[in-house]
């Protein structure tokens, strides 16, 4: 079985500055993704970066990016010039490889409620 | 595209009676869907796996006989909470994996919420 830890329940920065959450796994598989989340108080689930545990590379989306250390198991999440529009629960996740293709299940970390003050 | 739909967004069922819900893609077909339930200002806890044309797998904990899941069609599942109680409250969320592709994104529906009184 998989766990997937957030230690940071909530956190506030002001706008336009770069805030870091922080994700830890637990896992015995060799291949899996790693996803964070966004949601809103619409309550609607918003990918907002994806990593295969493959690649070296960190993945980056825009304004996104992660540092994901395989060895540690850690998969923290940076985001630079934070908007207003960026408060919201950020989740981490974690989905095993699925042979063939396609998503699995996903576990996910409690989450962090991120406030971003004007 | 991959717009997953969920209906009702908001019900409101008496003790004992049923209620379903149900998750639709909109523009792909989904050979699986997942179902999730989030406790209030908690995480995300994954429920079952619903796969079209066999039985759904449940994870641990969660009651087959209470939480019916139906995946008649690679666009629609169902997840039916029968005999609801109060402690059933709470949103469902389900998503769906895109059929025949290498995509491993999960397309989430906007969730339910259910208020059992």
């Known amino acids: 079985a998989q766990t997937v830890t957030q230690s940071q329940p909530e956190m506030s920065v002001q706008e336009a500055e770069t805030v870091t959450l922080s994700c830890t796994y637990d896992?015995?598989?060799?291949?899996?993704?790693l996803f964070w989340y966004k949601q809103p108080p619409s309550r609607q689930m918003i990918l907002v970066i994806r990593q295969e545990a493959y690649k070296q590379q960190n993945a980056t989306e825009n304004r996104f990016s992660v540092n994901f250390q395989k060895a540690a198991k850690s998969f923290s999440l940076k985001i630079s010039d934070s908007q207003l529009g960026d408060t919201a629960m950020y989740f981490c996740a974690f989905m095993k490889h699925v042979r063939g293709g396609g998503a699995d299940g996903l576990t996910f970390g409690k989450g962090t409620h991120l406030i971003i003050q004007p | 595209g991959a717009v997953v739909s969920q209906h009702p967004s908001r019900v409101i069922c008496k003790s004992g009676t049923s209620v379903k819900i149900e998750c639709r893609s909109l523009d792909f077909q989904a050979t699986t869907m997942f179902w999730y339930r989030q406790f209030p200002k908690k995480s995300l806890m994954l429920m079952a796996t619903?796969?079209?044309?066999?039985?759904?797998?449940?994870e641990q904990g969660v009651e087959k006989d209470k939480f019916l899941i139906n995946h008649a069609s690679l666009t629609l599942s169902t997840l039916t909470v029968t005999s609801a109680h109060p402690e059933d409250s709470s949103f469902y969320i389900c998503?769906?994996?895109?059929?025949?592709?290498?995509?491993?994104?999960?397309?989430f529906g906007q969730g339910t919420r259910l208020t059992v009184v």
């Open positions: 896992t015995s598989e060799n291949n899996y993704y």
């Open positions: 998503s769906a994996s895109m059929m025949g592709t290498l995509n491993t994104e999960a397309f």
């Open positions: 619903s796969n079209e044309g066999s039985k759904a797998t449940y």
